[in-house]
């Protein structure tokens, strides 16, 4: 356990937060820029502030792959670290929202809603992102989970003519409060009864014999119930299917990804570096204590059971009812988050890293599925219904053939990412005897499959009921969906390298200070 660190050495801080560094002063720049370019027209501000924000995820990327990812280290003050867990977790969100920024050039254009304020939120909303997956300081947390948080607020809001929009980001707003309010008491009770708020401590602290008071269990509840609402598992799953539906769509398309891979990623975080005994598996002495944890395995293991089972079921089977696609793939998204706690339920490294893998599986094709959606569109809310999308595989047969393989590869069929990302967390889950719900997990994946399937029935099956008119394709739109379609069938037939990365990822959390 490295000694408190007061001083401030910003050569180190830039090795171990640089890709945060990066995220922040771009955030700066962007106001600056937004304003020195007001004598610009709206269209070409946009397009400007556009690619300066690709750039700077792309740098951001750049720096966290090849020079942080083999930096195990903490810096300001014990708050952040850099750990191979994060570092894959951070990296997920930001090529996220490099996607949605790329996509956004054209989908702000052809909404007119060329305004420099949208990638500005953009940028902080992944800084916020990075900063929650990165800390280990549970206020910390809490303040990066509220830059995070607010700024998709703003995101999710940000159709402000639109009724659907506002009603869905004031849901979110209100709910997402009440689940950082669980979060912040969980954290003030662990305080005041440890006396720290670093996750190690907090592990370390509890395994000498108060692991199972209640104040304890009252704490570990409160801190999960706030993160499973952002995680949209069932019952926590509100306000999903509404804001999902009123945001724009390629925001709905970061925010069922980036958001969802940064609450997953600090959840899992939390729960297995303060709540169980993958410390002592590290070997230092040290952390001998931490054994202990494993008593809370039965409070934990059968709530999420009772939770992923839930979220499976139900997100399945309302998504077969839906005629709007936004909606449907809102409640698909709480089926997927389901499968990821199928992983974290297993509680091994298969489980850990099958999770991971499937963070960025499900980034690729949720992401371009949204992109599709926003082009088949035209104008937001112009083309959403189901019956919208009669006859569209043969009037834009390039659309509806990516649109087909993003929904085979979320259906979990082979040979796309989908399937193998599935394969990982069910395998995680059956060697650990988790059969019944492994079974279960199958049985709804064959549920959601129907409405998969149904949508390519209805471009390539059902007559044209009226005239689509798709919006214009932007160059970086293009590029975006060609890297997330080759992605998901790279992962379907070469998932090794991916899933080794993942797997030496999981494995630094038995190292967290």
């Keep these: 356990m490295n000694d408190m660190n007061l001083s401030f050495d910003i050569y180190h801080l830039w090795e171990v937060c640089g890709g945060q560094l990066i995220l922040i002063t771009a955030g700066l720049v962007l106001i600056i820029a937004d304003m020195l370019l007001l004598h610009k027209k709206a269209e070409v501000r946009g397009r400007l502030l556009g690619w300066i924000t690709v750039f700077v995820f792309a740098a951001a990327i750049g720096h966290m792959a ?3 990812w083999d930096i195990h280290d903490i810096v300001f003050m014990n708050v952040f670290s850099a750990d191979k867990f994060s570092i894959f977790v951070s990296i997920v969100m930001i090529f996220s929202g490099l996607l949605a920024a790329m996509m956004s050039i054209g989908y702000l254009q052809n909404n007119r809603l060329m305004k420099g304020e949208y990638y500005i939120l953009l940028v902080f909303a992944v800084a916020g992102a990075v900063g929650l997956v990165q800390s280990v300081d549970l206020l910390m947390m809490f303040i990066t989970l509220e830059i995070m948080s607010l700024a998709v607020y703003a995101l999710a809001a940000y159709l402000k003519n639109s009724p659907h929009s506002q009603e869905g980001a004031f849901k979110y707003f209100l709910l997402g409060s009440f689940g950082s309010a669980l979060f912040l008491f969980g954290v003030a009770v ?12 907090v592990a370390q602290a509890i395994s000498n014999g ?3 008071s209640v104040p304890i269990l009252v704490a570990f509840a409160m801190i999960m119930c706030g993160f499973l609402f952002k995680m949209a598992i069932v019952p926590f799953h509100m306000w999903t299917p509404d804001v999902y539906e009123g945001a724009p769509s390629v925001v709905t398309g970061f925010m069922a990804t980036a958001v969802k891979a940064a609450a997953f990623g600090v959840f899992m975080k939390v729960l297995f570096v303060a709540f169980t005994p993958i410390l002592s598996s590290n070997g230092q002495p040290d952390f001998a204590s931490t054994i202990n944890l494993s008593a809370l395995n039965p409070y934990w293991k059968e709530v999420l059971w009772w939770l992923a089972l839930l979220s499976m079921f139900f997100g399945n089977l309302i998504a077969v009812s839906q005629s709007n696609i936004k909606r449907m793939l809102a409640y698909s998204s709480i089926a997927h988050a389901g499968y990821m706690v199928l992983g974290i339920i297993a509680a091994n490294a298969e489980g850990r890293a099958g999770v991971l893998f499937y963070l960025f599986a499900y980034t690729l094709m949720n992401i371009g599925a949204f992109g599709i959606v926003y082009l088949i569109d035209g104008m937001e809310r112009d083309a959403q219904e189901l019956e919208d999308y009669r006859g569209i595989g043969y009037r834009y047969p390039s659309l509806a053939f990516l649109l087909s393989l993003f929904m085979v590869a979320m259906a979990g069929l082979p040979p796309t990412a989908g399937f193998i990302a599935k394969f990982y967390v069910f395998s995680a889950a059956i060697k650990e005897g988790y059969y019944l719900l492994a079974v279960l997990g199958v049985l709804t994946s064959v549920i959601g499959a129907y409405y998969y399937l149904r949508v390519i029935y209805f471009m390539y099956m059902k007559d044209e009921l009226k005239q689509v008119i798709r919006g214009a394709v932007a160059a970086p739109t293009v590029v975006a969906l060609v890297i ?13 390298r991916l899933a080794s990365i993942a797997s030496v990822a999981q494995q630094s959390l038995a190292m967290i200070f």
């Design 210 to 212: 108060m692991y199972e």
């Design 484 to 496: 997330t379609a080759l992605g998901v069938l790279y992962l379907g037939i070469l998932p090794e």
């Design 190 to 201: 662990i305080y005041g009864v440890t006396g720290t708020l670093n996750i190690t401590s």
């Design 66 to 68: 090849y020079r942080e």
